[in-house]
C-alpha cells in the first residue's frame, strides 16, 4: 500500500449536480496530482497541486477545480455534473524537487445518471 | 504535447513464459518513465521506473528498457506468475510531474 488514502470509495450522482472528493497524500508528500481514468483508458491528468496552488493543468475545463490544505491533503470538485465525468478518479502524491515518483491512491469510482 | 502509444492491448502466457510490453512516446523532452500494474479495483501500483540517462534496469523478475533514440522503452516480465495477471500502463513525463500514460495493456498468466 502506498500510503495514499481517498474518500469516498464510490459516489453516485445525478446530472448537473456538484460532487467534491478527498485525498489525503503519503507521509512527507508536499504535492498532489489528480487524474480521471475512464472505463478501460490510461489515467488522465487533471492538475497538481503544490504548496496550496494549482502548478499545471491538463486538459479539463474550469469546472474542474481543486484544493490543496497545509497539511498537503487536497480535494477535487467538479461542478455541473456531466454523463461523461462518470469514471475512477485518483490522486497520486510526490515529493516535489527530488524524484517523478508519483504513489497513487486507491481512487473514487464516480457514476453520473 | 507528449502522446504514449502502448502494444499489445491483450497479452496472454503460460505461467512461467515472458511477457514484453512496448510504448512509444512522442516528446523528446520525456525523461522519466514510470511502468504501473493495475489490479481490479485497485489504484496503479508503481513497479519499475526508468530515467533518461539510464538504458536498462532490473528488478527481480521485472526489467525496462529504454532507446531515447527510437523513443521506445518496453517491460519485460520473466517467469510469469498467475499473479502478474493485471493491467500495466506505461507512461512519460518531462520532469515537471505531469504523466501522460499509454492506453493500458491487459495480461492474463494461465496456470
Known amino acids: 500500500e502506498t500510503g495514499v488514502t481517498q474518500s469516498p470509495t464510490h459516489l453516485i450522482k445525478t446530472r448537473g449536480q456538484q460532487v467534491t472528493l478527498r485525498c489525503s497524500s503519503q507521509?512527507?508528500?508536499?504535492?498532489v496530482s489528480w487524474y480521471q481514468q475512464a472505463l478501460g483508458q490510461g489515467p488522465q491528468f487533471i492538475f497538481q497541486?503544490?504548496?496550496?496552488?494549482?502548478?499545471g493543468r491538463g486538459n479539463f475545463p474550469p469546472r474542474f477545480s481543486g484544493l490543496q490544505f497545509p497539511n498537503y491533503s487536497s480535494e477535487l470538485n467538479v461542478n455541473a455534473l456531466e454523463l461523461d465525468d462518470s469514471a475512477l478518479y485518483l490522486c497520486?502524491?510526490?515529493?516535489?524537487?527530488?524524484?517523478?515518483?508519483?504513489?497513487f491512491g486507491p481512487g473514487t469510482r464516480l457514476l453520473v445518471l | 504535447g507528449e502522446n504514449v502509444e502502448q502494444h499489445p492491448s491483450t497479452l496472454s502466457v503460460q505461467e512461467g513464459d515472458s511477457a514484453v510490453i512496448k510504448c512509444t512516446y512522442s516528446?523528446?523532452?520525456?525523461?522519466?518513465f514510470p511502468w504501473y500494474k493495475q489490479e481490479l479495483g485497485k489504484g496503479p501500483q508503481l513497479i519499475i521506473d526508468?530515467?533518461?540517462?539510464?538504458g536498462e534496469k532490473k528488478d527481480q523478475r521485472i526489467a525496462v528498457t529504454l532507446n531515447k533514440t527510437a523513443k521506445h522503452f518496453s517491460l519485460h516480465i520473466t517467469e510469469t506468475q498467475p499473479e502478474d495477471s493485471a493491467v500495466y500502463f506505461c507512461?512519460?513525463?518531462?520532469?515537471?510531474?505531469?504523466?501522460?500514460f499509454g492506453t493500458g495493456t491487459r495480461l492474463l498468466v494461465s496456470p
Open positions: 497520486a502524491s510526490s515529493l516535489a524537487g527530488t524524484k517523478e515518483t508519483q504513489y
Open positions: 507521509s512527507g508528500h508536499n504535492t
Open positions: 497541486y503544490y504548496r496550496e496552488e494549482e502548478n
Open positions: 516528446d523528446s523532452a520525456s525523461n522519466y
Open positions: 526508468i530515467r533518461s540517462n539510464v
Open positions: 507512461a512519460a513525463s518531462t520532469g515537471f510531474q505531469k504523466l501522460v
